[in-house]
């Protein structure tokens, strides 16, 4: 039996987004991306940027690490047990992130048999001159890939968000390349301008979370089992090896069977049994936290 084409592949769920015993959830939900926003948006509130609109208690931190979509979707009718599509008040929202828009957004697309995933990298549309930590959804709009940031509204962002422009949305593994080839600063990209998480250790952990998601494993945004270490550290193979991830998961369909001979084959790439976790839902002094997808 042939492999299967990139898009039969990404059309089918993941053990990470299949929504499992909520799967009759999703038939009554619409099936565009347009549509798909607006659920997703009804259902999460970001964790430090939609607190305006929910103080939500410390103890509902924890949400922010729930990996699996049924249990995002367990979690969501335990404080409502309406239609997922139902207009719900901002503290029956799950506290999630971008990469929780996304995952949602994926399940949902994937249910209706389109093609999607996960892209991880850096958007510059959040702070001028500045790429922030971000995950948006590809799907295969009919002929081509095509980005959709399924968080923001495209109101307030002045941004075709069903339609991203590669320039304004850039994946791991070109970040990589820019700040190679000098044409980037490692510093304008990591979770903002006064955040102290930055540089090239972080577009290494983009690059690899990119990279595992292109073989459905969509990980926790604060998750990191490979070359986590600084730069200088990373031998001529290191260097080598990852200049390859960055070039192949930029190439749509024509990289496909080598991204997923990367995860699968390359010892120094496959996700272990046991990673580290760094959860902002912690304390520093509890960190790294030792996670498998067990």
């Known amino acids: ?9 990404y059309a089918s769920q993941s053990a990470i987004t299949d929504p499992a015993q909520h ?3 999703y038939d009554e939900l619409p099936h565009d991306t347009e549509g798909v926003s607006r659920v997703v948006q009804g259902l999460v509130l970001h964790y430090f940027g939609d ?16 990996r699996y979509v049924p249990a995002i979707l367990d ?3 335990e404080m409502d047990a ?7 008040s901002p503290d029956t929202r799950f506290i999630g992130c971008c990469r929780d828009f996304t995952a949602l957004s994926v399940s949902m697309l994937r249910h209706a048999g389109v093609p999607a995933r996960s892209r991880h990298g850096f958007a510059d549309y959040f702070e001028p001159g ?3 930590d971000h995950v948006v959804v590809e799907f295969w709009n009919g002929t081509a ?3 959709f940031d399924s968080e923001i509204d495209e109101q307030h962002f002045k941004l075709p968000v069903r339609d991203v422009p590669r320039n304004r949305f850039i994946v791991g593994g070109q970040a990589w390349q820019m700040c190679r080839a000098g044409k980037a600063d490692p510093d304008l990209f990591g979770l903002g301008s006064v955040a102290p998480i930055k540089g090239w250790s972080f577009i290494r952990s983009r690059m690899m979370q990119d990279l595992a998601a292109l073989n459905k494993t969509e990980m926790l945004c604060w998750e990191e089992w490979v070359f986590d270490g600084p730069q200088e550290q990373l031998s001529e193979s290191d260097l080598v090896l990852l200049d390859h991830v960055a070039e192949v998961t930029q190439q749509g369909d024509a990289g496909f069977a080598e991204v997923r001979r990367l995860f699968t084959e390359e010892p120094r790439l496959r996700l272990p049994k046991v990673f580290h976790n760094f959860s902002p839902a912690h304390k520093p002094e509890e960190l790294p936290l030792d996670m498998s997808l067990a």
């Open 1 to 9: 039996m042939s492999d299967p084409t990139p898009q039969v592949y």
């Open 23 to 25: 799967t009759h959830l």
């Open 51 to 66: 607190k305006w609109l929910y103080n939500y208690p410390p103890e509902r931190m924890a949400e922010i690490d729930t």
């Open 75 to 77: 979690r969501l009718l």
């Open 82 to 88: 309406r239609s997922l599509g139902e207009l719900r």
């Open 130 to 132: 500045y790429y922030m």
């Open 145 to 147: 890939w095509q980005l």
